[in-house]
């Protein structure tokens, strides 16, 4: 009966490393659902510094490169799979038929265990070398986008914040062999946290769920458990009303940049 369904999801399953909520459809009453799950870490300083962040970047991007085959089939089916950067960690995505989400969820957590960037030092390059370029055309945007992303630094604290200056420096100077670093010393410290959506029963997202943290917990050894208080945290700087802030910043091409926020 889709009237007596829950409106808000619920929490249905949770461990000392992973929470899971659960929202049954009760408006489209079709025959999909829709996963989301993050993988929170702050292994190497992620969620505070520059470095670690970009190399997260790179490593989500040269994954996604690994997936070709992977995102085909899903596609083929009628699946959409997305593995998403995150200041704090990556986020999984899945939507499509509800008969099919536990079956390619448990195969992408298991493509993210066994996956090993030695064998993909030539996407590494080409990546690297793309993100910079865009980077560095960063001052090319008209002025409005650029104040955007000086309005986030500003008034953001934590995550990926940083200027693309910062960006730049510390992409120039990673490597593939830092890149294979991060990869082996990263997910040693993690949280999950997941939202299931649609026409999967509840037995089913608290199976799925127990198999996505039996795989990360063994994607490095036993692993730890991230704390919910050390999750990687993005503060939005709380402004005074009727005030006006003046921020400046000089870019390397000599040029000022000013946002004007109220």
Same mark, same amino acid.
């Given at each position: 009966? %889709?009237?007596n ?10 461990t ?8 049954? /459809? ?15 870490s ?10 670690p962040?970009?190399?997260? /970047?790179?490593?989500? &991007?040269? %994954? ?17 799979v ?15 038929f ?12 298991? +493509? ?18 793309q ?6 055309n ?28 910062e ?6 100077n ?12 990263? %997910? ?7 939202l ?17 943290? +039996?795989?990360?917990?063994?994607m ?16 939005v ?8 802030? %003046? ?5 390397? &091409? ?9």
């Amino acid at each position: 009966n %889709f009237n007596n369904l829950p409106r808000f999801p619920e929490k249905v399953y949770q461990t000392e490393k992973m929470d899971v909520y659960y929202k049954q /459809d009760n408006t489209f009453k079709t025959p999909k659902a829709s996963m989301y799950v993050k993988m929170y870490s702050n292994d190497l300083g992620l969620g505070t510094e520059v470095r670690p962040y970009m190399l997260l /970047d790179l490593w989500v &991007n040269t %994954f996604n490169e690994s997936l070709r085959e992977m995102l085909y089939l899903a596609s083929a089916a009628s699946l959409s799979v997305n593995v998403m950067m995150d200041p704090s960690g990556p986020e999984i995505v899945i939507s499509g038929f509800n008969d099919s989400i536990d079956k390619i969820s448990v195969a992408l957590f298991e +493509k993210i265990r066994d996956f090993n960037p030695l064998a993909m030092k030539e996407q590494f390059v080409h990546l690297r070398e793309q993100h910079l370029k865009d980077l560095r055309n960063f001052y090319k945007n008209q002025p409005y986008q650029q104040a955007y992303t000086f309005t986030s630094c500003m008034l953001k604290k934590g995550g990926g914040n940083f200027l693309p200056e910062e960006e730049i420096d510390a992409l120039e100077n990673i490597t593939f062999e830092d890149l294979v670093h991060f990869h082996e010393n990263f %997910f040693k410290t993690t949280r999950l946290e997941g939202l299931f959506i649609g026409n999967m029963t509840k037995d089913q997202v608290v199976h799925v769920s127990e198999n996505i943290e +039996k795989i990360v917990s063994t994607m490095r050894g036993e692993g730890n458990v991230l704390l919910r208080e050390d999750i990687p945290e993005v503060r939005v700087v709380n402004l005074k009303s009727n005030t006006t802030w %003046f921020f400046e910043h000089v870019s390397k &091409n000599s040029e000022v940049q000013h946002v004007v926020p109220n």
